[in-house]
């Protein structure tokens, strides 16, 4: 079996579920829940704070389990402060404003695109957010929309809730104990759309998460470009358990990432089953540690070594039982060395990797076989053990033991619900959290319900645009490819796009101008902001009066761009007005053209372009590709007769 291939995998026989949570910025001027501006910003903060995070009960009474792994993390976390893109609600000094009502509304409109169902009144909850990401510790977030639904194939993928929220910081970086956050971006308005998982294979998250995008781009309310938007992806088989792989900013990446979730969470119940064939279970369950610093102290080829000289330590552990196991494979090309590894990088912050040694990569981390027996000997440890080593500060290798046992006796239940980070191969997932428990949500006491008035929806409503599933079919019944109206459909110039086609009566000139010649434009620096949506439409009424042809246009846009021209003095300059008369004399000229290609097809492009050279779209190209094709099947003729 191929396992790069998603058409060799029986994804239904997997029980393959997929649902997929996007979040995309809303194109406001103001923050959510403050009157800061929203935007990015380079450049040096303006001021830098310093916290610490620490888990607090619950509602219910309980810790979150999120919650007590950031605790261990011992992080400290660093905001850096721009003074005009944050005030004291973001940095969780003041209570929120009123929400930013041009949020909501836009909502309501997302949520009635996706057919939803709207609140008579919204309410704010916290969302618990202990990674930093957030200053309060919690995202405030509110439920605008419920139970609504969008056509895929011949089903309905349900959408079970369109939520507006507040963005998180941006981070800078993360080594070690210290984490560095970007403020500019934290509060932004955000819609988050979420799907039951109805997915059945990768192919279809990939397709319905486009058709998710699609959906909030095509009404023009949300923010694009890099970091605009975001996708969580939950996956799931049958026997495994809920993992959302976090934070996915290309649409792209989601078949291959989904693909091998799956796959790892399979081999990863192979590996429950082998556990439960060696009788390994969680009463059974059993490990010991020991500090091997001692065995390595004169070992300097130990990559680990540097953990010695700085005052760290050398630890090692011995699962019982998990002999020959560290190395079985969950990925094509991982093992379950990286789960572990992932959980030791993430909670003990030992971020160098490789941050730990086993069996399989001990000599090439430079662990001799002898100091290796030694270590293995101090811990009684035997053939059918599995025997790991870790090393960095005393309190962070401590950690990372445990962390290790703590994984592999999850290993004997199967699946760990957790959410996961894309490597930067963009196929393959590391740990990233534990997945937080339902808990997480609680009611927000700073801000009153909002009342959703029915005159309110029903204004939203009317100015929605039309769906995009029936936009598609439009287009597509008009005869133009898949790509085009893929393009299109989304297009910021939707409606200018449509006029154009009024006003001209030719969908695919116009389709292929707005959709891809101005791209092409742009992409060779010429200055396209001078074609306004004005002068577009001036151009299909020229293009529709026949004041030139459709193989001037590119020449007419090149000059409008280039010389800020209007449409009639762009075609002034590019088209020479020529009768029909003066046509027939220029085709008689052609026809004495000397030294032409012998080819006949290689005449008739040699004719085309010495012709559209001069006079670009004053003649119609098929009225030239006639002519030109019957004047060389006469010289065809009056060639090859003599030879006869
Ligand atoms: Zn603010």
């Not at 916290?51 to 905001?79: C, F, V, W």
């Not at 919690?138 to 507040?166: A, C, H, S």
């Not at 992806?233 to 989601?254: A, F």
Request: charge should be neutral.
């Amino acid at each position: 079996m191929n396992l790069w291939d998603t058409n060799e995998i029986d994804y239904a026989g997997l029980g393959f579920r997929c649902g997929i949570e996007i979040h995309q910025q809303l194109d406001t001027h103001q923050k959510l829940f403050c009157h800061c501006p929203v935007g990015l910003v380079e450049g040096p903060a303006n001021a830098r704070l310093f916290r610490h995070m620490r888990p607090t009960l619950s509602e219910m009474g309980e810790y979150d389990g999120t919650a007590l792994m950031e605790k261990k993390t011992r992080k400290e976390i660093i905001y850096e402060i721009l003074n005009d893109r944050v005030c004291t609600y973001e940095m969780d000094d003041t209570p929120p404003f009123l929400i930013n009502q041009q949020a909501v509304d836009i909502g309501i409109k997302l949520a009635l695109l996706f057919q939803c169902k709207i609140v008579d009144e919204a309410h704010i909850s916290r969302k618990q957010y202990l990674d930093g990401s957030i200053p309060t510790g919690f995202q405030r977030t509110t439920v605008l929309g419920t139970d609504g639904w969008m056509p895929y194939k011949d089903r309905r993928i349900t959408i079970r809730q369109i939520n507006v929220e507040e963005d998180a910081c941006r981070e800078v970086s993360d080594v070690g104990h210290r984490i560095v956050f970007r403020t500019d971006r934290l509060s932004t308005p955000l819609v988050e759309v979420i799907t039951a998982p109805d997915m059945r294979n990768p192919i279809e998250a990939g397709e319905v998460t486009k058709l998710l995008a699609e959906t909030n781009r095509i009404s023009g309310l949300v923010r694009r470009g890099i970091g605009a938007a975001r996708q969580d992806v939950n996956v799931s088989i049958t026997g495994g358990d809920r993992v959302e792989i976090k934070g996915v900013e290309r649409i792209g990446l989601i078949p291959g990432l989904t693909h091998f979730e799956a796959l790892r969470q399979k081999s990863l119940l192979e590996l429950r089953d082998e556990l439960c064939n060696r009788d390994i279970s969680l009463d059974n369950f059993a490990y010991n540690i020991s500090d091997a610093t001692r065995h390595l102290l004169k070992t300097p080829e130990f990559v680990g070594h540097w953990a010695v000289d700085q005052g760290g330590v050398i630890g090692a552990i011995c699962i019982r039982g998990f002999g020959g196991l560290i190395g079985w494979y969950v990925f094509p090309e991982r093992t379950f060395a990286d789960e572990l590894g992932g959980r030791v990088r993430v909670i003990a912050c030992l971020d160098k990797t490789p941050n730990l040694a086993h069996r399989l990569n001990r000599a090439a981390l430079g662990i001799p076989e002898r100091e290796w027996e030694s270590i293995g000997k101090g811990l009684n440890a035997n053939t059918n053990d599995a025997l790991i080593v870790t090393w960095g500060p005393q309190r962070d290798v401590v950690t990372a033991l445990e962390e290790i046992a703590a994984r592999c006796r999850e290993a004997i239940s199967g699946v760990p619900q957790e959410t996961r980070q894309v490597l930067s191969n963009g196929r393959y997932t590391d740990f990233e959290r534990i997945l937080p428990g339902p808990d997480r949500m609680y009611p927000d006491t700073d801000h009153p319900p909002i009342p959703i008035e029915m005159k309110r929806v029903s204004n939203a409503r009317a100015s929605i645009p039309e769906f995009p599933w029936e936009r598609r079919r439009k287009l597509s019944e008009a005869g133009l490819s898949q790509q085009l109206v893929s393009q299109l459909i989304v297009h910021p110039r939707f409606e200018i796009f449509q006029k154009m086609v009024e006003i001209s009566g030719d969908i695919r000139w116009a389709a292929r101008l707005v959709a891809e010649t101005i791209k092409h434009l742009q992409r060779r620096g010429f200055e396209t902001a001078n074609l306004t949506d004005k002068r577009l439409l001036d151009l299909a009424e020229s293009y529709r009066e026949k004041e030139f042809y459709r193989e001037g246009t590119l020449d007419i846009l090149k000059v409008i761009c280039k010389r800020n021209r209007k449409v009639s003095e762009a075609i002034d300059e590019i088209i020479f007005k020529i009768t029909d008369e003066e046509a027939e004399l220029i085709f008689e000229d052609l026809s004495d053209t000397a030294n032409l290609p012998a080819d006949p097809f290689k005449q008739k492009r040699y004719l085309m372009g010495q012709v559209m050279r001069k006079y670009r779209g004053a003649i119609p190209g098929k009225r030239l590709w006639d002519k030109v094709s019957a004047m060389t099947s006469r010289k065809d003729k009056a060639t090859s007769e003599p030879r006869e």
